[in-house]
Structure formats: structure tokens, C-alpha cells
């Protein structure tokens, strides 16, 4: 018998790669306060709110700064990283993204989003897929950050299912925790050594094959 059960889906890193963007933009904020932020920093901050981004970033660098200059660089942050997001396509979508959401719709099963992002109602929209999700739940929507599973726990209420029959989709450990903690099933998307906390692992979005996506619901 099939079970009830609805997706909630993660943005940067799992639906599309922005996570390059975020690194181009923060990147030149290091190099305006004079130190250097590499991709292996840039790793870092995925998952991570734009807030709590520019703490990491100012500590990696040993920078103190006023509350007023990181209210602007997070505005310049934004600014730039907007250039980016402006310019993107449905080329864009990851491989393996779009064949899920046709098996999940093909079997009545219903998806959100459930992104740390305040950019991610436009990011959608740019890359067309704006209207296939049955509820949206980004940064504008959560006051507690993941590992926090609030974002999750507002995404089944918008779905109108309990937390224990979701599936969550994700690519940070702060969100495979966010997941955990809300009691949903956790896929954590990329290193197994670093998503091990994870109910199961995959690759990328390609490796979630329609046979592994039928069991669960069978
Ligand atoms: C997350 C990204 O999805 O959104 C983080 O993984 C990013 O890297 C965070 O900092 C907030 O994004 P935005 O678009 O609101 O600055
Ligand atoms: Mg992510």
C-alpha cells in the first residue's frame, strides 16, 4: 500500500549550485577588508544564514567591525550575489532535480521548499520552477536558523502532513540535523564523510534512482 508521505527540498546545493555565487560575492568582500577566502572556507557557509555567513567570514579573517559596516557589507554581499541569481536559467537546475519532481507529481506526491535563502522565491522563478512547489518556507519565513528545525516544522504545516511522514532533501549538516531534529527522514546530498548523520546519502540528485524513491513510499 502506498504510503503518505511529501518531500521538503532544500535550494542551494541541491536544486541548484549557487553555492559558487555566494563564493564569488564573499570572496570580494575578504578581499575588501584585505584577507584571503578560499573554496574550502566557502564550505563553511553553506546552509548557513547571510548573518551568521559574514560572522564566519569576519572570523576566519580576524576582523572586528562596527555593526553599522556589516550592515552595508551584508548589503553589498546581497548586491552582488543578486548579479548573479539575475542572470540564471533553467539551465541551471542540477541534473537529476527535474526527473525527481516529475516522479513525485506522477505519483501525487506533494513537495516544498525549505531554504535558509531570503533570495530563494526569486532564485525559483528564475530558474521556472516557482509553481511546482505545493508551499514555499525560506529565510523571510524562519527566526531560528538550521540546525533548528523550524523551517522543516513550517514546511509540513504548510503541507499539511505530520513532520514524521516528510522526507527531507538536503546538502548541509546543519540541515540534515534541521531534519533530524523534526523527526523527518533525512537524504543528505553529497560527501557520505560529512552528511554521515544522514538517514541515507547520495552523490548528487542523479543518484536518487525512481527505484530507491518507490520503496520509500511503498
Ligand atoms: C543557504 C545557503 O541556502 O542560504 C547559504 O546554503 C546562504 O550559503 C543562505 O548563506 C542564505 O542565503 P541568502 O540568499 O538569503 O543570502
Ligand atoms: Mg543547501
Known amino acids: 500500500m502506498k504510503k503518505e508521505i511529501a518531500f521538503i527540498f532544500d535550494l542551494d546545493g541541491v536544486i541548484v549550485?549557487?553555492?559558487?555565487?555566494?563564493?564569488?560575492?564573499?570572496?570580494?568582500?575578504?578581499?575588501?577588508?584585505?584577507?584571503?577566502?578560499?573554496?574550502?572556507?566557502?564550505?563553511?557557509?553553506?546552509?548557513?544564514?547571510?548573518?551568521?555567513?559574514?560572522?564566519?567570514?569576519?572570523?576566519?579573517?580576524?576582523?572586528?567591525?562596527?555593526?553599522?559596516?556589516?550592515?552595508?557589507?551584508?548589503?553589498?554581499?546581497?548586491?552582488?550575489?543578486?548579479?548573479?541569481?539575475?542572470?540564471?536559467?533553467?539551465e541551471e537546475i542540477l541534473p537529476g532535480v527535474t526527473q525527481i519532481l516529475n516522479f513525485l507529481d506522477t505519483n501525487n506526491i506533494k513537495f516544498a521548499l525549505g531554504s535558509a535563502s531570503k533570495n530563494a522565491p526569486l532564485i525559483l522563478e528564475k530558474v521556472g520552477l516557482i509553481n511546482r512547489f505545493t508551499a514555499l518556507v525560506d529565510g523571510n519565513d524562519v527566526s531560528k536558523a538550521k540546525p533548528d528545525p523550524e523551517v522543516f516544522l513550517i514546511g509540513a504545516k504548510k503541507l499539511n502532513m505530520n513532520p514524521e511522514n516528510c522526507v527531507v532533501v538536503e546538502d548541509a549538516i546543519a540541515g540534515v540535523q534541521a531534519a533530524n531534529a523534526a523527526k523527518m527522514l533525512s537524504i543528505g546530498i553529497g560527501d557520505a564523510k560529512v552528511l554521515g548523520e544522514a538517514d541515507y546519502v547520495f552523490k548528487d540528485m542523479v543518484e536518487i534512482t525512481s527505484g530507491f524513491l518507490k520503496n520509500l513510499i511503498n
Not at 559558487?20 to 570580494?28: E, I, P
Not at 568582500?29 to 564550505?43: I, M, P, R, S, Y
Open 17 to 90: 549550485d549557487t553555492a559558487k555565487y555566494h563564493f564569488l560575492a564573499w570572496k570580494n568582500v575578504a578581499d575588501t577588508l584585505g584577507f584571503e577566502f578560499t573554496e574550502k572556507h566557502n564550505e563553511l557557509l553553506k546552509g548557513v544564514s547571510r548573518v551568521k555567513s559574514l560572522e564566519i567570514l569576519l572570523d576566519i579573517g580576524k576582523v572586528t567591525l562596527s555593526e553599522e559596516k556589516k550592515q552595508q557589507l551584508l548589503i553589498e554581499k546581497n548586491k552582488e550575489y543578486l548579479g548573479y541569481v539575475y542572470k540564471m536559467t533553467s
